[in-house]
């Protein structure tokens, strides 16, 4: 181990070489105090005022608080903090979770993987045990009520579950701790008798009838709907005024349950150019009359384009001149049509 | 804005939202430390833009506070940058100092290297102009 000074000053540089022995740094906030064996680094121990953590290098760290350990990881040896594999590699103490402080402790394969992690209250009940394997997920309450139930599996990452879960949230937040994009839940009362939140996820939106608080709402592709909207068939509806729902979200929702090819039938639209990426450019004749004086298209352009992270389909309405499926996009993404005529484009290095 | 002509220029996207890379000279302009200019103004929020329909939120996570500020811009009409439609109000500056991640339920993650972005949102066309995209 070396010890050498940076912009110190002139005359105020050094350069030490410390073989076996301690080393002290101290500043104003902190001691540093680091052990040297053989000319490594095996043990460095900082001290704030009110926590000290000692880090044996490729071994553990250990976090103490008033002298009482709080937190301990445990490291695969020859590394600085790569987590140890098969087994334990962290036990956290004093982790508030619905309004009592618990332990967690977290286990990895042996391959390094996260892969389980059990959550216990002070007073000894399990809150709950998520792994990577299990579909469902059971959360209680510290007087050992059931809380919530998930059907889902669940992603494990360095912070953990009782952390990410938003417990001011209707659904608990359980978007940051789901693993896939289709889960259900239901979570129960205080006394983990009466159902009062119950629905389901599909493609990170919720759908379907929803029961949030106690209160009954009607979803489809993550909109809130009246419930004759919900019930209804979508037979019944005029396609044309699904298409010109201003909300884009709204809209999407309606043609999700209407169903893309239903509106294709009943809309007969013409199909001006299909992309490699499954987008179309259409054309669809509104049937509004010549002299209207609301200013309606009689001939609306559209495209249909599909998220990368829910696979839904969208039809967003672009200007009636353009004449191919890319400057319809490009436009979408506000280049002015001149522009897009000349050649200028917006060209997406990351699309989510 | 600037008038240098970009023909093709790096953007990102999740969901509605685009996230056009801002060139040094193309930054001055808009600087706010600049006293000069008034035509943006710092949010004290991570939210980037709010569905309507949904509630859902595009957020700004970074890993250190201070990482990330937010600027809407305040007079109504600012040009936008070469090529591209003039600035909306619902438009945003995302001004970085390192890596950030932009977060939404229903989109995966979005990292963002350090950098300053003009956030703009799709759009599309109806009768009368147009407008941005509701989600």
Same mark, same amino acid.
């Given at each position: 181990m070396y010890l050498t000074s940076r912009y110190a000053g002139y005359g105020r540089g050094f350069w030490l070489s410390v073989d076996n022995g301690a080393v002290d740094v101290r500043t104003k906030h902190e001691d540093v105090h680091i052990q040297v064996y053989h000319g490594r680094i095996v043990q460095q121990t900082t001290t704030k005022k009110h926590e000290c953590t000692i880090l044996k290098y490729g071994r553990e760290r250990i976090t103490k608080k008033a002298r009482k350990i709080i937190k301990q990881e445990f490291f695969e040896p020859?590394? /600085?903090? @790569?987590i140890k594999k098969g087994g334990l590699y962290k036990k956290q103490a004093d982790i508030a979770f619905c309004g009592t402080k618990g332990t967690i402790k977290c286990f990895s394969t042996?391959?390094? @993987?996260?892969c389980k992690e059990v959550f216990k209250y002070d =007073?000894?009940?399990?809150?709950y045990t998520a792994s990577i394997w299990r579909k469902n997920f059971l959360l209680k309450r510290p007087n050992g009520r059931l809380w919530a139930q998930f059907h889902g599996k669940v992603s494990l990452r360095s912070n953990p579950i009782a952390e990410r879960l $938003? /417990?001011?949230a209707t659904d608990l937040g359980l978007t940051t701790i789901m693993q896939q994009n289709t889960w259900s839940v239901t979570i129960y009362d205080t006394d983990g008798v009466k159902v009062v939140t119950q629905g389901q996820v599909e493609n990170r939106q919720k759908q379907g009838k929803w029961l949030e608080r106690g209160r009954t709402i009607y979803y489809l592709s993550g909109v809130p709907v009246s419930r004759e909207l919900y019930e209804?068939?979508?037979?019944?509806? =005029?396609a044309y005024e699904v298409l010109k729902v201003s909300n884009a979200q709204l809209r999407c929702s309606l043609l999700t349950k209407m169903g893309y090819d239903n509106l294709i039938e009943k809309v007969?639209?013409?199909?001006?150019e299909t992309s490699t990426d499954g987008g179309e450019l259409l054309e669809i004749d509104?049937?509004?009359? $010549? $002299? =209207? =004086?609301?200013?309606?298209?009689?001939i609306m352009r559209m495209i249909k384009v599909i998220c990368p992270s829910t696979g839904q389909k969208y039809v967003l309405r672009v200007p009636p001149a353009i004449q191919c499926y890319e400057q319809a996009r490009q436009w979408t993404f506000g280049l002015r049509e001149e522009s897009i005529g000349e050649g200028a484009s917006l060209e997406l290095a990351k699309e989510t | 804005m600037t008038t240098e002509n970009i023909k093709t220029r790096k953007a990102y996207r999740q969901g509605e939202l685009l996230f056009v890379p801002l060139s040094k000279d193309e930054m001055s302009e808009f600087?706010?430390? &600049?006293?000069?200019?008034?035509?943006w103004k710092k949010l004290q !929020? &991570?939210?980037?833009r709010e569905g309507e329909? !949904?509630?859902?939120m595009h957020e700004v996570i970074t890993q !250190?506070?201070?990482v990330a500020s937010i600027l809407a811009p305040v007079s109504q009409f600012i040009r936008g940058l070469a090529n591209m439609a003039s600035i909306g109000s619902e438009d945003r500056m995302l001004m970085t100092t390192g890596q950030v991640d932009v977060v939404h339920p229903e989109h995966r993650p979005l990292s963002l290297p350090e950098g300053n972005y003009l956030v703009i949102i799709q759009r599309e066309y109806d009768e009368v102009k147009a407008r941005r995209i509701l989600d």
């Amino acid at each position: 181990m070396y010890l050498t000074s940076r912009y110190a000053g002139y005359g105020r540089g050094f350069w030490l070489s410390v073989d076996n022995g301690a080393v002290d740094v101290r500043t104003k906030h902190e001691d540093v105090h680091i052990q040297v064996y053989h000319g490594r680094i095996v043990q460095q121990t900082t001290t704030k005022k009110h926590e000290c953590t000692i880090l044996k290098y490729g071994r553990e760290r250990i976090t103490k608080k008033a002298r009482k350990i709080i937190k301990q990881e445990f490291f695969e040896p020859g590394s /600085l903090e @790569a987590i140890k594999k098969g087994g334990l590699y962290k036990k956290q103490a004093d982790i508030a979770f619905c309004g009592t402080k618990g332990t967690i402790k977290c286990f990895s394969t042996s391959c390094g @993987a996260r892969c389980k992690e059990v959550f216990k209250y002070d =007073n000894g009940v399990q809150a709950y045990t998520a792994s990577i394997w299990r579909k469902n997920f059971l959360l209680k309450r510290p007087n050992g009520r059931l809380w919530a139930q998930f059907h889902g599996k669940v992603s494990l990452r360095s912070n953990p579950i009782a952390e990410r879960l $938003d /417990l001011k949230a209707t659904d608990l937040g359980l978007t940051t701790i789901m693993q896939q994009n289709t889960w259900s839940v239901t979570i129960y009362d205080t006394d983990g008798v009466k159902v009062v939140t119950q629905g389901q996820v599909e493609n990170r939106q919720k759908q379907g009838k929803w029961l949030e608080r106690g209160r009954t709402i009607y979803y489809l592709s993550g909109v809130p709907v009246s419930r004759e909207l919900y019930e209804e068939p979508s037979d019944k509806w =005029n396609a044309y005024e699904v298409l010109k729902v201003s909300n884009a979200q709204l809209r999407c929702s309606l043609l999700t349950k209407m169903g893309y090819d239903n509106l294709i039938e009943k809309v007969k639209p013409r199909i001006i150019e299909t992309s490699t990426d499954g987008g179309e450019l259409l054309e669809i004749d509104t049937h509004a009359p $010549d $002299d =209207n =004086n609301r200013g309606i298209d009689q001939i609306m352009r559209m495209i249909k384009v599909i998220c990368p992270s829910t696979g839904q389909k969208y039809v967003l309405r672009v200007p009636p001149a353009i004449q191919c499926y890319e400057q319809a996009r490009q436009w979408t993404f506000g280049l002015r049509e001149e522009s897009i005529g000349e050649g200028a484009s917006l060209e997406l290095a990351k699309e989510t | 804005m600037t008038t240098e002509n970009i023909k093709t220029r790096k953007a990102y996207r999740q969901g509605e939202l685009l996230f056009v890379p801002l060139s040094k000279d193309e930054m001055s302009e808009f600087d706010p430390e &600049n006293k000069s200019c008034s035509s943006w103004k710092k949010l004290q !929020t &991570n939210v980037l833009r709010e569905g309507e329909a !949904t509630g859902h939120m595009h957020e700004v996570i970074t890993q !250190t506070p201070d990482v990330a500020s937010i600027l809407a811009p305040v007079s109504q009409f600012i040009r936008g940058l070469a090529n591209m439609a003039s600035i909306g109000s619902e438009d945003r500056m995302l001004m970085t100092t390192g890596q950030v991640d932009v977060v939404h339920p229903e989109h995966r993650p979005l990292s963002l290297p350090e950098g300053n972005y003009l956030v703009i949102i799709q759009r599309e066309y109806d009768e009368v102009k147009a407008r941005r995209i509701l989600d």
